[in-house]
T-cell receptor, first 113, second 113 residues
């Protein structure tokens, strides 16, 4: 079955430190990969995507993600975390030849001052 | 979120009653989706639509039906609400094209008592 795994329910990091939120997927072929962020009582907001090309993609709010095909991973990163980055982050994949996104279970990022 | 609105934002209903949630878009996008968000499950696809009167089931469609009589509106109906359908429901839209992600509405928090 096709799936997305976010192995950490919560990630804690101090402000100013680098952060990584992990995502791995199990999908046949070459999927499209996405990261979304959700702030309290809000819908999901698009952060970035990987379709093809450079394995390092840059997105909104200083976030970037690294695609690793051999490890089937798409980890979200930021060089210097802000308290305002505290939110719920979702990784999602769109398998080839489908119009549906499959979401991970989400990772709560807590950035401490 | 711009171009997509969900109504109502909050609803409390009794077990066994029918409930309809509405998603309205002004973007003229072809694809529309209904997801539910539950702790530990992330977002799960309920139903989706490729266009007017063209809908299909997602992974958790039991107990739900949808209708799309106009491009701009996608209705989700719980025929007879159950407590297991207490959740936050999100609508999403997407334009035609392989590389596009979804734009999400702000969600409807439904409580079945």
């Amino acid at each position: 079955a096709q799936s997305v795994a976010q192995p950490e329910d919560q990630v804690n990091v101090a402000e100013g430190n680098p952060l990584t939120v992990k995502c791995t997927y199990s999908v046949s072929g070459n999927p499209y990969l996405f990261w979304y962020v959700q702030y309290p009582n809000r819908g999901l907001q698009f952060l970035l995507k990987y379709i093809t090309g450079d394995n390092l993609v840059k997105g909104s709010y200083g976030f970037e993600a690294e695609f690793n095909k051999s490890q089937t991973s798409f980890h979200l990163k930021k060089p210097s975390a802000l308290v305002s980055d505290s939110a719920l982050y979702f990784c999602a994949v769109r398998p080839p030849n489908t119009d549906k996104l499959i979401f991970g279970t989400g990772t709560r990022l807590q950035v401490f001052p | 979120d711009a171009g997509i609105t969900q109504s109502p934002r909050h609803k409390v209903t009794e077990t066994g009653t029918p409930v309809t949630l509405r998603c309205h878009q002004t973007e003229n996008h072809r694809y529309m989706y209904w997801y539910r968000q539950d702790p530990g499950h992330g977002l799960r696809l309920i139903h989706y639509s490729y266009g007017v009167k063209d809908t299909d089931k997602g992974e958790v469609s039991d107990g739900y039906s949808v209708s799309r009589s106009k491009t701009e509106d996608f209705l989700l109906t719980l025929e007879s609400a159950t407590s297991s359908q207490t959740s936050v429901y999100f609508c999403a839209i997407r334009p035609v094209g392989k590389g596009y992600g979804y734009t999400f509405g702000s969600g409807t928090r439904l409580t079945v008592v």
